[in-house]
């Protein structure tokens, strides 16, 4: 089996050749332990005095020409590191959505603000930092959305190259936009949200529409690039259970998710959701939009993952669940990584719908470990598999 062909079978509930490894997409400090470190440091040349005075007076002007190329070029150079490292699959992330606001902030032009920031390893890094919308007014009066049918037309040529480039050597999951509930969060801030939900219902309609437009052409976009394997990321939960009473969030967020789904599967595609924390209370909603399976199934949350396993597993795919906090740094043992894999894999792993990867993306994970991750995941993970 190729990478694809083994992904797919994985999601459809066959046994595959053997267990799929994925990769989330990586920041650039594991970039660079596989790669190469780069001539100059991120930081030094976007974190400094020259570059913050062009960012207050031409910032938002530089997006086309310097953010957006950026962007995509950290974003190949992620999907390449994983390539090289053997995974079955990446996420492929296409941003086209930060401005150059002033010389320490970032926004999203969904309207949200973050600090730059430096990672600790010499790369510029971006940490949230609050809402753009905290009236009405500010909601109303943004002039900064993106339009949906110019961000399909960016991620339909991202997509392309990176069809061009990969073929079938990776499976690439294909992620253009963030997800509705995630994106409202950071827009209006966690406090205001529910009372925006509450007194003003007519703008949070609006924006759940323009959201859904954003994700629906977006992934219609990379599917026309090739792409079969969607990947939708919209953090529902903390680590101890919902953010939201799941009822309200199915009643809001689900029947966008169920079009968006819907359109991908008629297509011959699969679908698969991100939502970090504890999503026990919600995997049956995350069902019932459509999903054929969900990351990350975080290992410092509460989720009990063999609960899952045994509850939905039959026809849901679990992704996930090595830990980047400590598993894959530095500090663990290799031994360590080799029997978490092992003990995944028999637990998870029977009746296929099991693809193992990190549970996130950090800055401080320590490539050598993740080679054990994959390196055991292929020794450990051919089919048939005892339970």
């Given at each position: 089996?190729?990478?694809?062909?083994?992904?797919?079978?994985?999601?459809?509930?066959?046994?595959?050749?053997?267990?799929?490894?994925?990769?989330?997409?990586?920041?650039?400090?594991?970039?660079?332990?596989?790669?190469?470190?780069?001539?100059?440091?991120?930081?030094?040349?976007?974190?400094?005095?020259?570059?913050?005075?062009?960012?207050?007076?031409?910032?938002?002007?530089?997006?086309?020409?310097?953010?957006?190329?950026?962007?995509?070029?950290?974003?190949?150079?992620?999907?390449?590191?994983?390539?090289?490292?053997?995974?079955?699959?990446?996420?492929?992330?296409?941003?086209?959505?930060?401005?150059?606001?002033?010389?320490?902030?970032?926004?999203?032009?969904?309207?949200?603000?973050?600090?730059?920031?430096?990672?600790?390893?010499?790369?510029?890094?971006?940490?949230?930092?609050?809402?753009?919308?905290?009236?009405?007014?500010?909601?109303?009066?943004?002039?900064?959305?993106?339009?949906?049918?110019?961000?399909?037309?960016?991620?339909?040529?991202?997509?392309?190259?990176?069809?061009?480039?990969?073929?079938?050597?990776?499976?690439?999951?294909?992620?253009?936009?963030?997800?509705?509930?995630?994106?409202?969060?950071?827009?209006?801030?966690?406090?205001?949200?529910?009372?925006?939900?509450?007194?003003?219902?007519?703008?949070?309609?609006?924006?759940?529409?323009?959201?859904?437009?954003?994700?629906?052409?977006?992934n219609m976009a990379m599917m026309d690039a090739g792409l079969v394997v969607i990947f939708d990321g919209d953090d529902f939960s903390f680590k101890t259970g919902p953010m939201m009473n799941p009822k309200h969030a199915d009643e809001l967020f689900g029947p966008s998710y169920a079009r968006i789904t819907d359109a991908v599967h008629k297509r011959g595609g699969k679908i698969l959701l991100h939502s970090c924390g504890d999503n026990t209370m919600l995997f049956d909603y995350f069902i019932k939009w459509g999903f054929d399976g969900g990351h990350a199934y975080?290992?410092?949350?509460?989720?009990?993952?063999?609960?899952?396993?045994?509850?939905?597993?039959?026809?849901?795919?679990?992704?996930?669940?090595?830990?980047?906090?400590?598993?894959?740094?530095?500090?663990?043992?290799?031994?360590?990584?080799?029997?978490?894999?092992?003990?995944?894999?028999?637990?998870?792993?029977?009746?296929?719908?099991?693809?193992?990867?990190?549970?996130?993306?950090?800055?401080?994970?320590?490539?050598?470990?993740?080679?054990?991750?994959?390196?055991?995941?292929?020794?450990?993970?051919?089919?048939?598999?005892?339970?």
């Amino acid at each position: 089996m190729n990478p694809t062909e083994r992904v797919i079978a994985t999601i459809e509930g066959r046994e595959p050749d053997r267990v799929p490894t994925f990769s989330y997409y990586m920041d650039n400090h594991p970039v660079e332990q596989v790669l190469g470190k780069q001539l100059l440091a991120s930081s030094f040349m976007i974190l400094n005095p020259i570059a913050g005075f062009v960012y207050e007076h031409w910032g938002k002007s530089l997006k086309r020409f310097f953010t957006d190329p950026i962007l995509s070029h950290m974003m190949l150079k992620s999907i390449e590191a994983a390539t090289r490292l053997g995974f079955d699959a990446v996420v492929g992330l296409f941003e086209p959505y930060f401005i150059f606001w002033d010389k320490k902030t970032l926004a999203r032009s969904t309207g949200s603000f973050y600090d730059m920031i430096d990672d600790g390893h010499g790369t510029a890094f971006y940490m949230y930092r609050g809402p753009a919308f905290k009236t009405r007014a500010d909601f109303d009066e943004w002039p900064y959305f993106p339009d949906p049918d110019d961000l399909a037309h960016k991620t339909y040529r991202f997509f392309r190259k990176v069809r061009a480039k990969y073929g079938d050597k990776i499976c690439v999951m294909g992620q253009a936009s963030f997800g509705i509930h995630e994106t409202m969060l950071w827009s209006f801030g966690f406090e205001r949200l529910p009372v925006f939900i509450r007194k003003e219902p007519e703008m949070i309609k609006r924006y759940i529409a323009l959201l859904e437009a954003i994700i629906m052409k977006t992934n219609m976009a990379m599917m026309d690039a090739g792409l079969v394997v969607i990947f939708d990321g919209d953090d529902f939960s903390f680590k101890t259970g919902p953010m939201m009473n799941p009822k309200h969030a199915d009643e809001l967020f689900g029947p966008s998710y169920a079009r968006i789904t819907d359109a991908v599967h008629k297509r011959g595609g699969k679908i698969l959701l991100h939502s970090c924390g504890d999503n026990t209370m919600l995997f049956d909603y995350f069902i019932k939009w459509g999903f054929d399976g969900g990351h990350a199934y975080e290992n410092t949350s509460n989720v009990d993952i063999a609960y899952e396993k045994k509850t939905h597993g039959d026809h849901f795919t679990i992704m996930g669940n090595i830990g980047v906090d400590y598993l894959l740094t530095k500090r663990s043992k290799s031994e360590e990584v080799t029997a978490e894999v092992k003990r995944l894999i028999q637990l998870c792993a029977p009746g296929g719908r099991f693809i193992l990867g990190p549970t996130h993306d950090h800055p401080d994970m320590d490539i050598e470990k993740v080679r054990v991750m994959v390196e055991a995941a292929r020794k450990y993970g051919k089919y048939p598999i005892q339970a």
